[in-house]
């Protein structure tokens, strides 16, 4: 069945491939074993044709799977595919067995194909992403923070329970086709919206938004943090959003900053990196850059020398410069030197000194500036390292290679091509051309080749030239050129590459002479066969005419393009131009138009005589869907483990970090990769380590999330963490950590403000006590007064009832008498002397009344107005008590103030006058009444004997009638009342009214 020329090109194909392929008869003896085909499987060596499985020193497990796939194909006819697990010391290995029976039984000869991929790659692949969903399980369903997802059209699709809490709603199916506008006010989901759209738009997230949301109970801050998701095309189809409250934080920020308003620094920067030294190399100043730069802290640097943080191999160097300055002999000096910065590392600066001077020429030190050109460094050390490994490269490999320029001239050559040429040093060929080296004919088809390269830009690649090598047998060579350009991407030349292929092209040949064996084993495998060459399709098995929807026949003479979808022919083209053997993936074309994924294989062969390739397809399909799915899910997590604030680690039961993700700028105790695998133990100081460990195995043991709070010094600062232990299924452990660094440092400036603020408090509330003793004192001083008002006013009543009792009422009794007596009067001189009486008894009677009402409300500020009244008052008491009155108003025509304002005035100025009469002793009286800004200023002044007003207020009540009286009468109309007095020097009262009607008149 199968001749060792057949066998012989089915080791070719199968040369490279994944695939281990076996072929055994019907007693289950191996016929062919595919080159390589127990490498990783077996220990065994030798031959392996005419073994059986358990001979061929497989795995059990294996031999077991293979064995049984044999014989179900064997039985069946059908082709039968197992997955088999391996157990390994490394864990294990996966394989996928397939088997195919190849002839009929009726004809007695019978064998059945197997092939066998190691597809522990896949498998592992499969298991990982199975962690990482259940750690993202555990992150949804623990996590605080609110995580959804969302489509294109707003809505949600997905969310953890932390939003439904938020959004009120009891099961996420609740949530399923509604957007924000269905939960938040419309303004805040329409800007929710914009934003989202912003990113479809454009793809960039949204990372680090802090976003206000005002509620019933008050403003709530949100950390916000949106990225999008793709499809397996890499088109936006959504967005992941995690939502954090900061409100605490955000408060707490801003109860420090306005505690801090009051204070500020200024900090002075300079992105140039400068220092100053004395005459004697201490270095006295430093700016941040140059700290940065170094590592160090400014109180660290100043007391250092400059030579301390030079490098031990320059110093030298250095000092010779620095003293060259400081004795004079320079002005300044550059230089390339090494710095070390504290952490070890080193620097390279380009550094320039310059002295410092005092007006007298007198030397006060070094100013040096640094640049940083590490990079720079590192990049001229790549370049020598590349000259190193070009150099290497040109006397290393066997293949010819050369530069020319532009006018076909060597330039340079290796001694490969000195061989080639017949030559012993590679410089006897420098300024030569092909027409000093080969035939006239050859040079002149080699020199076009190049002129065209030179001229279009285009390589010169899978050209097979004839040649004879240096046992002077003819051969073949395979030869690629491609232009040289300058900086300017100008083609200045070309480089060559001459590689024997002789070898090769013999093989070719004896592949040729196999074809038609090879057909027939090609009939019987899984995947689609097809021989071609620049012309078209040569032969197809029956699997790839079914995979295209053709039969053989249509295929034939069929050019390749025109079974490749358009968007897939570039690249196929590349390939088959290149000779690329695969495995590449692209689209095909069926004959119905629709598209397909297949895996491509192909190798350069030789078929009938002539130059071909021959090229297995496998239908990809089901694989890419399966790809595309897990793709899609892991650019999901791996979208919000990147988005996510927090550092998260996978850990096992013993704390080993399996895997670690998210945690943007989040400093860490050491790098992420030296993280993994080390337990905690190895990477936490032992204190912490113990915690940790202990809230893991609460964790698993419970079921229950662990908080866990420590500090941890990174580098020269003290951070604080917050770690929640999240138990998963399947044993692992999720840890949650969150740097707190920033939120207890505010907590704790908060808790010193808070302390400061409650003894402001304290004081505040001292003093309120103290203002509503005060009041109180003050309310109980006013119903005092009320009463005595209302007294006074029944006095008043009282008063008034007996003087028109006792003498109004008696003069209209005695006018009542002597109207009697004139109606018996009989004379006329008894008339006119009863109506002489009657006169006076009413004159008498009128002057009382007249006394009454004057009392009751004063005429004459009706009458006269308020200046005229106060005049005459003033005027009157000077005569009555026989001492100087003065009066004086900035106005003659009065100041237009409310009938309640002008009473009250009245009033008190009257009050003033009267108290004087009783009590001052004055020698001298004054009143002036001025108008500012709209409100009236009455002075009342006096030269008596004064009083203590603090004395008076603080005494009884009683003895204050006056003043309090005064004092309420002026702020019910919207005024004030001061007086100043000096015991012996006399008194000083200031009245203010509104000129304007007040709103307590209104």
Known sequence: MLDPKTLSALDTVLSGSPDRLFIHDSDGRCLYASPDGLRGVSAATGPTVGKTWGELGIPSELMESLDAAGQEANVTGVACVREVRVPTDDGARYFSCTAHRIGEPESGDTAVVCALRDITGPKRAQETAGRMERLFRALMDRLPDQIYFKDREHRFTHVNSAVLANMGVEHADDLGGRTDLDFVPEGYAQDYQAQEQTLFETGEPVVGSVE???????????????????????????????????????????????AEARYGALFEASNVAIGFADPAGRIIDVNPALCEMLGYAREELVEMSVMDVVHLEDREDLGRRYREVATGRARGTRSESRFVRKDGS????????????????????????????????????????????????????????????????????????????????????????????????????????????????????????PMVRADHRHGWKHVTK??????????????GINRDITELMEAQEELRESEERFRTLAEASFEGIGISDDDGILHVNDRFAEML???????????????????????????????????????????????????????????????????????????????????????????????????????????????????RDTAMYLPREELLGKAARDVAPPAVAARVLEAIHAAMATGEVQIVEYELTIGEELHTRETHFVPMQEGPVAAITRDITERKQYERRLEERVRVRTEELNRELEDRVRAEQELS???????????R???????????????????????????????????DANTLDAVRRRVGELREATGDALERVRTLSFGL??????????????????????????????????????????????????????????????????????????????RLHVLIEDDGVGFDPEKVMAGPVEERFGLLAMEERLQSVGGGLRVESTVGEGTTIYVEVPIAESESAQ
């Open 549 to 663: 929807g053709y039969s053989a026949a249509e295929l034939a003479g069929k050019r390749v393009p025109d079974l490749l979808a358009p968007e897939s022919r570039a690249r196929v083209r590349e390939e088959r131009t290149h000779g690329g053997y695969g495995p590449y993936e692209h689209l095909a074309l069926r004959k119905d138009a629709t598209t397909f994924p297949v895996e491509i294989r192909a190798r350069n062969t030789v078929w009938k005589g002539r130059r071909a390739r021959v090229t297995a397809i496998r239908d990809i399909t089901e694989r890419r869907e399966a790809e595309a799915e897990l793709a899609v899910r892991a650019s999901n997590r791996q979208a919000l483990f990147d988005a996510m604030p927090d550092l998260i680690y996978e850990l096992d039961g013993d704390g080993v970090i399996q895997s670690v993700h998210g945690g």
């Open 777 to 787: 004192r003050s309310q109980r001083e006013r119903t005092l007064l009320l009463r």
């Open 212 to 258: 206000r949301y005002d509620t019933d109970d008050g403003a709530v801050w949100t950390h916000v943090t949106k990225v999008p998701t793709r499809d397996a095309a890499g088109r936006v189809d959504g967005l992941i959003g995690i939502n954090r409250d900061v409100t605490e934080f955000v408060e707490t920020r801003e109860a420090l900053m306005r």
């Open 857 to 934: 409300r004063p005429s004459s500020v009706d009458h006269f107005g308020l200046n005229v009244a106060l005049s005459q008052d003033v005027d009157s008491l000077g005569a009555q008590l026989g001492v100087t009155a003065e009066f004086y108003a900035d106005s003659e025509d009065g100041y237009g103030l409310s009938e309640d304002v002008e009473i009250a005035v009245y009033r008190v100025v009257h009050g003033a006058l009267t108290n004087i009469v009783r009590h001052a002793e004055a020698k001298s009286i004054s009143l002036i009444m001025r108008e500012r800004n709209r």
């Open 346 to 465: 080193t620097l390279w600066a380009d550094r320039a000194g310059a002295a410092v001077q005092d007006e007298d020429g007198d030397l006060l030190g070094l100013m040096v500036v640094l640049t940083d050109i590490t990079e720079r460094k590192a990049v001229e050390e790549q370049l020598l390292e590349e000259q190193r490994l070009f150099h290497a490269l040109m006397t290393g490999i066997p293949d010819a290679i050369y530069f020319k320029d532009r006018e076909s001239r060597f330039l340079r050559a290796n001694e490969a091509t000195a061989r080639e040429h017949g030559m012993q040093d590679p410089n006897d060929l420098v300024g030569k051309t092909d027409d000093d080296l080969v035939p006239e004919d050859r040079a002149h088809v080699l020199r076009a080749e190049e002129d065209r390269l030179l001229t279009t830009g285009e390589l010169v690649t899978n050209i097979h030239e």
């Open 482 to 495: 491609a232009p040289v350009r300058d900086a300017d991407g100008e083609i200045v030349g070309l480089i």
């Open 789 to 823: 008002i209302l007294s006074a006013q029944e006095e008043e009543r009282t008063r008034i009832a007996r003087e028109l009792h006792d003498q109004t009422g008696q003069a209209l009794s005695s006018l009542l008498v002597s109207l009697r007596v004139l109606e």
